[in-house]
């Protein structure tokens, strides 16, 4: 590598565990229970009518050519009507179509991160998030979560401390990527108030809103923000449809458009047009919201049934979040349990989860682990939370 | 935007025109002749059958999952298949499937260029590549073009009167965009010398290599480097199947993979997976060679009508290039004309290209432009140039 001419920021590309884990998991057992990535049950993705719907979408001459940056207008529209009534309803000169909300955090980060430049992350937080921001050499400010997200009050004494403004704060609001937690309605309005003394661009990512099965849904920080351009929102269909179609938004002030245009066409180019047409039809045949509907309650049974048999095998050794929606538990064990020992011992006992530091920076959580309910059928969650346990007992000695 | 705290390099973002010809298009005549954006003719891209491809692959549960970052292990296999025995031949450690070739010139530029670096690029080039390098704060250095592509002697000159190492040179070595152009094997030779001697990133960009329609076959910079760690080559399905399908890839020394991966994760986490189901079952199907040779003989023509109609409106007016392969000839004027007023006119009058300082970052053809003879029947071709000499006459006044 030394004849490489790489640059400085190179060193600071942080390789996802999530990645690693992949690999792993190809050498493993094959019936491995699957809680490490964030993805949606397979069986509630709707591949069958997606397919029917590709076979006419797909099929029309002109739906491999570039799309416009800004997103095919045909999804754009089917979009725009899609979140109207809803807390992220928008207009079109606030709208760009990215390939997934990875690209949006991308082009933030990309906008508006200089080298040495403060960026405030939750701690923990999503693991690919914090790389985009290091990708652009941030200096990152972690900010402690408890039950009601990003603890604001800590933000502000650590942003004191550090003795000048963050550039960008990056929060994921609503059944955070991977505590499950959700900000309260006050702590969202004081983030955006401290957002605007400090002048910072506040990353407003929330891929699970719309995954909401208890409790009552909170506003955006996207409504709470009400068109201040210091708010930069972050949107996909990885999580409400499926990670693979890579289609996602930016919604952001319309001075940032051009800018957004510019910076994604030195990116690539566009996103694909064909995935663009096939989520339009979807949306336009009215089939999202009966999906929602069916994943809230199949999600909604998966996490129940998680914390049961969390409780079943853990119940004096660990402690769980209990979220209103989304994907994660996140598990904390005593102190002495290292959670990136048991996920090699896991790997054995045929259960994948993510160790809690893949989701620091500063590596706080070396006793934590985040596990995805979402993936498997119950009777798996079941099986994987006590191949968890022979795990543990492998490692820490049964007790 | 006074509020909006930006990145510095956030000025080094450059629009393309080629976005701003689409948004102008949409404010035309309806029939207007497209000789502008760099897409295969619709007729061309093979949808009836991707259509059909599409109603079992995209029907398949798992097609909406996260891909493996370096790429879904069926295209891989397909593409190291498809690339045998051809000039572009490489091993699984080399390959990484990006979002088109956009993504691996922004791979590239992200993981070897720092603010302020010498970057090489052709005089013209493409837009987006070289606005690709900009948004990582690269200083330019264009070296021309002629018919035998990059003038490497006027390059070594350049760099010794820069009195430094390029950090990264940036080349489209075959039927180069936008010029049409072809290195000579004794200039890829000599490039790739003064590549080590210099010990600088070569990023090998070869859109349309195997749209060869006239002449013998060059070998690609990556098959004469031998491995070479320091040539990367970007690749792309977006000329050879359709540009909307957002799938390319990067082929790069082994030791370079896993930071690409990481880059990458940072980028989009993975490209979209359902299009790389998509065209592995196309390579699989061995449609590839057969649509190659279609689409050879469909761009033989159009070349020759374009030229042929050139001559017949602009013989004494202009002059033009003589491509083997791909899709553009590049139009000289007399110094006189300025192409960008010409554009303004010429959308007037029903017909669409690419002013040639859009190519260049120094705007050093004022008087050039870029047309596709790819994306019009030979018909539209006739009639699109007869459009451009009425648009010439309109502004130069008739001859």
Chains 1, 2 share one sequence.
Not at 255 to 283: E, G, H, S
Request: proline share 6%.
């Amino acid at each position: 590598m030394s004849r490489l001419p790489l640059a400085s920021r190179t060193t600071d590309l942080v390789g996802s565990v999530i990645d690693s884990s992949t690999s792993l998991l190809a050498r493993q057992r094959h019936d491995i229970v699957r809680f490490a990535m964030g993805s949606p049950a397979a069986e509630a993705v709707p591949s069958q009518l997606l397919g029917h719907l590709a076979a006419t979408e797909l099929a029309a001459p002109d739906a491999y050519d570039y799309a416009a940056t800004e997103g095919d207008p045909r999804l754009r529209e089917a979009l725009l009507a899609e979140l109207d009534g809803t807390t992220d309803r928008t207009t079109p000169e606030r709208l760009l179509i990215t390939a997934g909300g990875m690209q949006g955090l991308d082009l933030a980060f990309k906008l508006f991160v200089d080298p040495g430049d403060l960026v405030v992350v939750e701690s923990p937080t999503y693991t690919n998030g914090s790389a985009t921001a290091m990708s652009y050499q941030a200096q990152l400010l972690e900010v402690p979560v408890d039950e009601e997200g990003m603890q604001v009050d800590r933000l502000e004494e650590l942003v004191t401390h550090a003795g000048r403004a963050p550039k960008a704060i990056y929060a994921i609001p609503t059944f955070q990527n991977p505590s499950g937690a959700s900000m309260s309605i006050e702590r969202r309005r004081r983030l955006i108030e401290l957002t605007r003394r400090w002048g910072s661009l506040l990353i407003d990512d929330d891929p699970y809103g719309r995954l909401r099965f208890a409790g009552t849904e909170v506003p955006s920080l996207h409504e709470l923000a009400d068109g201040d351009p210091l708010v930069l929102s972050v949107r996909t269909f990885s999580k409400i449809i499926g990670p693979g179609l890579r289609v996602g938004w930016i919604d952001a002030d319309p001075a940032l458009q051009q800018l957004l245009i510019n910076a994604k066409q030195a990116m690539d180019t566009c996103t694909n047009m064909p995935l663009q047409r096939l989520v339009a039809a979807f949306l336009e045949g009215g089939h999202l919201r009966d999906h929602l509907t069916t994943q809230q309650a199949a999600y909604r049974e998966r996490k129940l049934t998680m914390q049961a048999a969390l409780e079943d095998w853990f119940g004096a050794l660990a402690r769980w979040t209990d979220p209103e929606g989304g994907f994660f538990l996140w598990v904390t064990f005593q102190e002495s349990v290292d959670t990136e020992a048991l996920f090699e011992q896991a790997l054995a006992d045929g259960v994948a989860f993510i160790p809690g530091n893949a989701f620091s920076p500063s590596k706080f959580f070396p006793n934590a682990l985040r596990l995805c309910f979402a993936s498997s059928t119950p009777d798996r969650i079941r099986e994987g939370v006590a191949r968890l346990r022979t795990a543990y007992d492998h490692l820490v000695g049964a007790v």
